[in-house]
């Protein structure tokens, strides 16, 4: 059983690495389309950040994919708020001492343990629904 909770722990570790991507990565998988923009914005996707006025693309190249996508409607019209976070571990210290009365052993031990259980919001992107561009930001790292 101990062997199963491994490899399940193992496998997903797995999954949630091969699921990060950097802008280099998301860079090259965009081809010609990256080629297209300005030095500026070469500049600011490379470094993993983005300005007023971006197109999805643009983002999608400098963060990745969002965490979640929200629609919001008030009297201006409608917009898309991408939300991006952060997995944050949540540690445990455990401790465990054994006495043997057959063999006259004791023995003791100090756990560490995480787990990636809750989750911070580290950028609000919002995209106007008429242009479909960054309209604002807001990071929280």
């Known amino acids: ?37 300005s030095a500026v914005e070469k500049r600011l996707i490379r470094s993993g950040q983005i300005a007023v006025g971006f197109d999805e693309d643009q983002v999608r190249m400098a963060l990745g ?41 004791v023995g003791a031990g100090i756990g560490v343990g995480g787990t990636p259980t809750r989750s911070k919001l580290t950028k609000r992107i919002v995209f106007e629904r008429s242009n479909q561009r960054v309209s604002d930001f807001q990071s929280f790292e």
């Open 1 to 37: 059983m101990k062997t199963l909770s491994r490899l399940t722990i193992a496998a997903l570790v797995l999954f949630l690495l091969s699921g990060c991507s950097t802008p280099s990565q998301r860079i090259d998988a965009s081809g010609a389309q990256f080629n297209r923009y």
């Open 65 to 105: 994919e969002p965490s979640h996508i929200k629609s919001d409607t008030n009297s201006n019209g409608t917009r898309y708020i991408w939300e991006y976070h952060a997995l944050q571990p949540d540690y445990n210290i455990f401790n465990s001492v054994s006495v043997s009365t057959r063999g006259g052993g």
